[in-house]
T-cell receptor, first 111, second 115 residues
Framework: AQSVAQPEDQVNVAEGNPLTVKCTYS??????LFWYVQYPNRGLQFLLK??????LVKGSYGFEAEFNKSQTSFHLKKPSALVSDSALYFC?????????FGPGTRLSVLP | KAGVTQTPRYLIKTRGQQVTLSCSPI?????VSWYQQTPGQGLQFLFE???????NKGNFPGRFSGRQFSNSRSEMNVSTLELGDSALYLC??????????????FGNGTRLTVT
């Protein structure tokens, strides 16, 4: 079965600094990987996806993610964090027709 | 383009009652999935419908059921509510012309509290 892990429950970063939210995956076959963000009392919003092609994927709101096959990782990154980026971030993998989500990482950007 | 709409936003029910949640997908999206989100278990897949047929089902008891109508709107029903059913229930829709390339688009959820 496909699975994703997010090793950090919480990430704190100062505004203006680069941020990284980590994700590792375990899949059989080709990985189809996604990042979502959830703001308080809202549903999840799609940020970006990796299906095939370039290992660096660019997404919404200045986010990007780096796919690393040898390390089975798909870390989310942003060069300069904003306070408004504070939210819950989920990594997900396609498992047939379904999605399997990681446990989430809470990002806090401090002013 | 309107997003995924879920109604109601909040519900309070007592144990033993039943509840029906509604979801209207993005226009043109024919696949609708339901997820349960709790602090302890995270996001768990309930079921997915496409063209009025349930294609996949997660590991939930039979008290959880759903259906999809010909206009792609979907409902989920939970019977004989238990305290542990308190959660945020999220509906998501997607295009299915390319299964692996289509992200999920989520509604804002229905917050169910069982007392």
């Amino acid at each position: 079965a496909q699975s994703v892990a997010q090793p950090e429950d919480q990430v704190n970063v100062a505004e203006g600094n680069p941020l990284t939210v980590k994700c590792t995956y375990s899949v059989s076959g080709n990985p189809y990987l996604f990042w979502y963000v959830q703001y308080p009392n809202r549903g999840l919003q799609f940020l970006l996806k990796y299906i095939t092609g370039d290992n660096l994927v660019k997404g919404s709101y200045g986010f990007e993610a780096e796919f690393n096959k040898s390390q089975t990782s798909f870390h989310l990154k942003k060069p300069s964090a904003l306070v408004s980026d504070s939210a819950l971030y989920f990594c997900a993998v396609r498992d047939g027709q379904n999605f399997v989500f990681g446990p989430g990482t809470r990002l806090s950007v401090l002013p | 383009k309107a997003g995924v709409t879920q109604t109601p936003r909040y519900l309070i029910k007592t144990r033993g009652q039943q509840v029906t949640l509604s979801c209207s997908p993005i226009s043109g999206h024919r696949s609708v999935s339901w997820y349960q989100q709790t602090p302890g278990q995270g996001l768990q897949f309930l079921f997915e419908y496409f063209s009025e047929t349930q294609r996949n089902k997660g590991n939930f008891p039979g008290r959880f059921s759903g259906r999809q109508f010909s206009n792609s709107r979907s409902e989920m029903n939970v019977s004989t509510l238990e305290l542990g059913d308190s959660a945020l229930y999220l509906c998501a829709s997607s295009l299915t012309t390319d299964v692996y390339n289509s992200p999920l688009h989520f509604g804002n959820g229905t917050r169910l509290t069982v007392t």
